[in-house]
């Protein structure tokens, strides 16, 4: 692999003998391939003043002028939060679309480093690592390969506070693209909280993922740390605890997970009749449901796209309720969420045809090469069958003030995300519940 990006992190200097240490450093830098990388960053981060970080930051500079790279392609970044630093770099290089890094670090800084990187960036990124090795006098060289020796393991008290620095430099940054709106459904009565989200009010700024981007995958840019902070903000503003948030692990398949049972590996449905727990199941095209029993004081979700569907999700969910809750089924209340329509969603003929058993009327245009299916209709038909009384379903016919609950993903690029229409850098929105603590 070319490497993309070089990172230098001069954080285990001391400020005092920066300048002592300032020709050793062009030796060092001189063994690396720098000149030939397009992007390198030098970072420095420590909870100094102001002036001993202008102080750092001139030194740095100073380094810099006697290097033999393009001025453009080289920057100082000098700031207390390291969270602050990457979340630069990451920033700049997100706009190129680079993603080889090598970083020069201290051993004693390896394992900093890499719990920021397990934090603010994705398996995409691939990052590999030399030593930067700083002696008691100053002097300065760099290790090729990572010493055998055991390497500085971080104390709890380290780990906490780098999960603070990443906290409170995330919460800090302004959100994109307008506030936070979430929409909610009629049918759902007060008993529970609910909603489903909209692309607003985040601070993912990735096209196709910005900006209230609520799922980091190993294949995408958006960051767990970004990820989080965006449910944070989400449950500022919708009321709920972030810490008792749950989310579908995603199959595409017909497993229901009751809270309490032992948690399978993947799920596509949660059910639980837990007060004060919110469970969320995640969409970009497929249907977020969201079921309600106000009798039993029931609630769940479920992840449904083509594939689970016709495995059958939404009736799995609902035989859960009645299993394990003894849910009536005429008391259960399923509401759609946003989700692609017929109108943007097409399958092969053969996957139509599937349909078709269902109802004739889930697939236009069954003779052409890719008909197009209607999820909701497939739904609805699925769950009336299964004994969902027709009134106590919602799709494309909710209302709430904020407009319709079921609008199609895919023609509505300004209020949700789509993977239909995006590709793979694709945000996730999804619907919660839970039951509300009091009546």
């Not at 993309?4 to 400020?15: A, H, N, P, T």
């Not at 290089?93 to 090598?102: E, M, N, V």
């Amino acid at each position: 692999m070319v490497v993309e990006v070089i990172l230098v992190d001069f954080s285990d200097v001391r400020q005092d003998s920066m300048q002592n240490w300032l020709c050793s450093t062009l030796d060092v830098i001189s063994t690396c391939d720098l000149v030939e990388c397009p992007y390198v960053f030098f970072m420095y981060s420590q909870k100094n003043t102001d002036n001993a970080n202008n102080d750092t930051q001139r030194y740095l500079y100073q380094l810099s002028q006697y290097i033999k790279i393009p001025k453009v392609n080289l920057e100082v970044l000098v700031q207390p939060s390291f969270a602050g630093i990457l979340y630069t770099i990451k920033w700049k290089i997100d706009k190129q679309g680079l993603s080889i890094i090598k970083a020069i670090v201290s051993t004693e800084r390896k394992a900093t480093l890499e719990l920021y990187v397990e934090q603010l960036f994705t398996a995409i990124y691939k990052f590999t690592f030399e030593t930067l090795v700083i002696g008691s006098e100053g002097e300065v060289k760099l290790q090729l390969t990572v010493p055998a020796r055991k390497e500085h393991a971080l104390l709890s008290q380290q780990i906490n506070d780098i999960c603070k620095d990443i906290w409170t430099f995330l919460a800090q940054l302004k959100g994109d693209v307008g506030e936070i709106v979430v929409l909610k459904s009629l049918l759902i009565p007060d008993l529970f909280l609910h909603g489903f989200t909209t692309r607003t009010g985040g601070i993912s700024y990735l096209p196709g993922l910005n900006s209230l981007n609520l799922f980091s995958s190993r294949k995408r840019r958006d960051p767990k740390a970004v990820v989080t902070e965006n449910i944070r903000r989400l449950s500022a503003s919708a009321g709920f605890d972030p810490k008792t948030f749950y989310l579908a692990k995603v199959n595409h398949g017909n497993t229901v997970w009751t809270l309490g049972n032992p948690e399978p590996e993947y799920y596509d449905g949660i059910v639980t009749n837990w007060k004060g727990i919110t469970i969320a199941a995640p969409g970009a095209d497929c249907i977020p449901l969201l079921f309600a029993d106000p009798v039993r004081q029931v609630c769940g979700v479920a992840h449904s796209g083509w594939k689970g569907t016709l495995a059958g999700v939404a009736m799995a969910t609902v035989n859960v309720m009645m299993t394990e809750f003894e849910c009536s089924a005429s008391d259960i209340l399923v509401v759609m969420g946003p989700c692609v329509g017929p109108c943007c969603f097409v399958l092969p003929q053969d996957v139509a045809k599937e349909f078709m058993k269902i109802n004739t009327s889930c697939v236009k245009g069954i003779n052409s090469p890719h008909p197009a299916i209607d999820l909701r209709r497939a739904t609805r038909v699925l769950l009336e069958c299964g004994g969902i009384p027709s009134e106590n379903i919602s799709d494309d016919s909710t209302s709430s003030k904020f407009g319709e609950v079921t609008f199609c993903t895919a023609c509505h690029p300004h209020m949700f995300f789509s993977y239909r229409r995006d590709g793979n850098n694709f945000g996730t929105q999804v619907g919660f519940i839970s039951v509300n603590d009091e009546p």
